[in-house]
């Protein structure tokens, strides 16, 4: 699973806490260090081919390699890293190998455990893009964002998050005083803030000389009856006139700024303390402030709750560059690259600058700014692209200043007022930073008209026409919707989608994709809902049937928030006719991606449910009534009462039995009739008793009519799961959400649980399957996931998995002897050390039970003989998933004979 940036963030303080007091040698601890820093990434430095000690060049050898994306030289530290640049330089210039297609690396690190110098030298040869120390590596992890994905940029920009933060913090405790006390209508003191930010900004950027805030607070302090309502509100008022009348004094450095910032001008009185809040938070240098983090925050603040309600998150830089990259940054600069001549470079020019993106749910703009800034990026890019290619060619360099790209080429919608005005103020902080980075663009004063960026339902609205949509969509579950949205829009959203009730996000996927014309772009977070079976066929399916393409995907990663979702990033475009050849899935490259977001099968085969696999798995009776469900000392004495009692008290399995309980046993119980008429339930006196009472009037009152009748079994009593375990000695059951596939044995008067499936089978054999790579890796692939565990549907896995067709009876007794050691010796482990499944297979994957790990290669080679193939696909997942794929089509399109249960029960 892929690695938000907040996840990366954290695991890189770690990093640096440990490494941070490193004095050793260079060779002693180098390629512990480089591994370790891989895995901050969420990586595996061996599995992505880099190594260690590469060729030898006329340098020496290469402490990491990592053919076409990077080169690393760490020196000990005290070794200061600009005196490696003459030696990473030969290592760059002779790492190519044209014979092999592979080029020079993109990046070149030098490190000395401290500190980092990154070089970027086939764009810009002449100085590093950045020098990082360790301790703020943290704050700067997407400076190496190639480690976690080789397809992003890495955003080499100057961060200051810490300042960031602490400069919102100041502004959110003066708003909070101001609201906690009603100073004065919400709507003006949230107005108020955000003038006096974009003031505090605007001096410290010399776009109001004089500093006007700050002087006019500080007079204020040393006044006995302030008047700042008065005395602020008139700057607010001034700075939205044209003209320069009534600038003198104070204000004699402002200018007009208009923009609609200051078309209502704030008036809130402020007490003393809230004016030393102000004039603390004018000590910050603003132009360190990140808008990105800042509006964030401010939008936590200003809008917490109806943001919370709507599921809006705050989202890192590295992710939104997980959609910034493919959507935009990839497809403009391969055209960039493409430039051969100076006309076809200004024509190039003239049509990124009319480039448009849209947020259709912009909340603080982070989405927004960060494309501005990456195209502004590509716009510096390209111009630098005309004037080599210019004296390549020997043709005069264009002449008169190149046009720019204009910030309100950006649009973006949301519901929310407030994020509106704070999106705008983003964007304005935003420009007039990249002017001193990229140079010209519109004058920031008076600001730029952004009415692109509106307050409205993104889901009625209609949206502009673009050529990029990018975003973040709102995740409320579908359960949840009408509690917050009410009935009425819940009615208007089934008649205007046709797919009924869905996670929020999903409807924004649709609308894109009905917005895009060939060969235009999306990009958008989504819960992971999205790809999978109910959400899957109303968002992704219908993108891809109506001519999008996925390009690149995530298939699931945490996002930051309280709310603590999985999501997936997917990028697609809209070509009916030009369908692009190369796809990312997880930062890995696949053949295609599907609308489950998986590797698809070249042949685009989707497995198909097998016939002789029916009534084979069955998802656990359901209750719906939570007085079936009894307690010990119920079940004790039911049992003590009457021994006919024990027909209808039964032990009930639930997930955590099997995951957590040393035992796997069952942990409670409870009364199941099965399907007995009411009439055969009256023997059992004192059970029918309490079913009566804590039963019946909860199922009086459901809207299901089979429910109301039949009150005294369980509502989903899975009657054809009851028939195929009639007369099995044992059978098999899993947890329907677990974060591992773990198979156990369970006794035929253990009732499992709706939290379970079951397997009909008694056999050592069927259980050894059930146990092996083999079904492990299909349930992975075929399964839906909830958040990182997995979800076994037996329609979705069981019922599409291809058994193995053992060629002799000696080739099943393997498999089954195996099995029978695996279960036994993991009861061993679980009951001498009193803990459950789930804890011995971490311990496992650290290192632990090394005799139950071979036990368990043995078994899944055993079983990859049984399909007839080689030992080196036992645990290769991906091959396996392929193989059997394969082999699903074949049986489906009747080329290969099945009947794998012939031999067992």
């Known amino acids: 699973m892929a690695r938000s940036g907040e996840e990366i963030r954290a695991a890189l303080v770690k990093f640096a806490a440990k490494w941070g007091t490193y004095g050793g040698s260079e060779k ?94 086939g764009r810009f040869p002449t100085k590093p ?93 040393h006044e006995s009856e302030p008047n700042s309502a008065k005395e602020i509100g008139f700057l607010f008022r001034v700075l939205n006139q044209k003209g320069a009348q009534n600038r003198k004094g104070e204000l004699r450095g402002t200018r007009y700024v208009n923009g609609s910032l200051f078309l209502e001008a704030a008036e809130v009185d402020l007490t003393t303390d809230e ?53 935009i940054i990839r497809p403009w600069r ?22 448009k993106v849209l947020d259709p749910s912009c909340g603080c703009g982070n989405f927004l700014y960060v494309a501005y800034r990456e195209l502004r990026g590509l716009e510096q890019e390209l111009k630098e692209r005309i004037t080599t290619t210019a004296h390549a060619t020997g043709v005069p360099a264009p002449a008169g200043p190149l046009p720019y790209y204009p910030l309100n080429n950006l649009h973006g919608i949301d519901i929310e007022g407030i994020a ?47 050529d990029a949509i990018i975003g973040n969509p709102p995740f409320l579950g579908a359960s949840l919707l009408r509690r917050s949205l009410g009935d009425d829009y819940l009615g208007w959203l089934k008649k205007q989608f046709g ?60 996002w930051p928030g309280e709310a603590k979702v999985h999501v997936s990033i997917v990028n697609w475009v809209n070509a009916p006719d030009m369908a692009p050849t190369e796809f ?55 049992l003590r009462a009457d021994e006919l009692n024990a027909d209808v008290v039964r032990p009930y399995l639930t997930a955590s039995d099997i995951t957590d309980s040393p035992t796997q046993g069952p942990s409670r119980w409870a009364i199941d009739f099965g399907l007995r008429p009411l009439e055969k339930c009256l023997p059992y006196k004192a059970p029918l008793a309490i079913v009566r009472r804590d039963v019946k009037p909860e199922r009086e009152k459901n809207n299901r009519k089979s429910y109301r009748e039949k009150w005294w079994i369980f509502a989903e009593p899975r009657t054809a799961m009851r028939g195929a375990l009639f007369g099995l000695p044992r059978y098999g059951a899993v947890a329907g959400h677990a974060k591992r596939l773990e198979v156990i044995w369970c006794e035929p008067r253990t009732l499992a649980s709706n939290a379970t499936n079951v397997f009909a089978f008694d056999d050592d054999y069927s259980m050894g399957i059930l146990l092996s790579k083999a079904h492990d890796a299909w349930a992975w692939h075929r399964s839906s996931t909830l958040e990182t565990r997995l979800r076994y549907t037996p329609t979705s896995v069981f019922e599409t998995f291809p058994w193995p067709d053992p060629v002799t009876p000696a080739q099943r007794e393997a498999v089954a002897e195996l099995s029978r050691a695996v279960v036994a010796r993991r009861q061993e482990i679980c009951k001498a050390e009193n803990f459950g499944l789930t804890k011995l297979y971490n311990l496992m994957d650290d290192g632990g039970y090394a005799d ?54």
């Not at 590469?54 to 000990?76: C, N, Q, R, Y």
């Not at 960039?336 to 480039?355: H, N, P, Q, T, W």
């Not at 696949?590 to 002789?612: F, H, K, Y």
Request: aromatic share 8%; net charge negative; glycine share 6%.
């Open 28 to 121: 002693a601890e180098a390629q512990t260090f480089l591994n370790e820093l891989f895995e901050c990434y969420g990586s595996n430095r061996q599995t992505s081919g880099a190594v260690f000690e590469d060729f030898k060049s006329s340098a020496g050898f290469m402490d990491l390699h990592w053919p076409g994306t990077l080169i690393v030289e760490m020196k000990k530290p005290g070794i200061k890293v600009e005196s490696a640049r003459d030696q990473i330089h030969r290592y760059w210039q002779e790492s190519s190998d044209e014979s092999a297609d592979i080029p020079a690396a993109r990046f070149v690190v030098i490190c000395n455990f401290h500190e980092f110098e990154i070089w970027e030298p």
């Open 129 to 221: 893009r950045l020098t990082v120390p360790l301790k703020d590596l943290p704050d700067k992890y997407d400076s190496l964002l190639f480690l976690a994905d080789t397809t992003l940029d890495p955003v080499f920009a100057e961060h200051h998050r810490a300042m960031s933060k602490d400069a919102a913090k100041h502004i959110a405790t003066l708003y909070l005083s101001l609201a906690d006390r009603s100073a004065a209508p919400i709507d003006e003191i949230q107005r108020f803030v955000l003038q006096s930010v974009w003031c505090l900004f605007a001096e410290d950027l010399g776009m109001l000389d004089g500093y006007p805030l700050q002087t006019i607070v500080k007079r204020l302090l």
């Open 275 to 327: 004016l030393k809040m102000l004039d603390q938070a004018a000590e910050f240098d603003w132009r360190q402030v990140d808008p990105t983090i800042f509006g964030s925050l401010m939008e936590g603040v200003l809008g917490e709750d109806r943001r919370a309600e709507l599921g809006a998150h705050y989202t890192h830089e590295a992710d939104i560059m997980k959609i910034v990259t493919p959507t």
């Open 334 to 355: 391969e055209r960039i690259d493409a430039v051969s001549c100076v006309a076809g470079g200004v024509a190039l020019l003239d049509e990124l600058c009319a480039f």
């Open 420 to 466: 509106v005005l704070i999106a705008r103020l983003t964007l304005w902080m935003g420009q007039r930073q990249m002017i001193d980075r990229f140079g010209a663009a519109e004058d920031p004063l008076p600001l730029v008209d952004m009415s692109s960026i509106r307050r409205a339902d993104a889901l009625a609205a209609e949206w502009p026409e673009v």
């Open 499 to 558: 797919v009924g009730i869905k996670d929020l996000c999903v409807y924004w996927f649709r609308k894109a994709q009905d917005q895009l014309k060939p060969g235009q772009r999306a990009g958008l977070v989504g819960t992971n809902s999205i790809s999978q079976n109910l959400g899957r066929s109303a968002s992704l399916e219908y993108v891809l049937a109506n001519g999008g393409v996925i390009t690149d995907a995530v298939s699931s990663q945490k």
């Open 584 to 638: 990312m899935l997880d930062g890995v490259p696949v053949t295609a991606i599907n609308p489950s977001l998986r590797d698809e099968d070249p042949n685009g085969w989707a497995p198909q449910p097998l016939t002789a696999n029916k009534n084979r798995c069955f998802e656990g009776p359901s209750p719906k009534a939570k007085g079936l469900i009894i307690d010990d000392a119920t079940a004790e004495m039911l």
């Open 852 to 905: 139950l790990k071979k036990l368990h290669k043995q078994l899944d080679e055993a079983v990859a003989a049984c399909y007839g193939w080689p030992k080196s696909t036992a645990q290769d997942a991906q091959e396996i998933v392929r193989r059997l794929t394969q082999l699903n089509k074949d049986i489906t399109e009747g080329t290969r004979t099945y009947n794998p249960f012939g031999t067992a029960h």
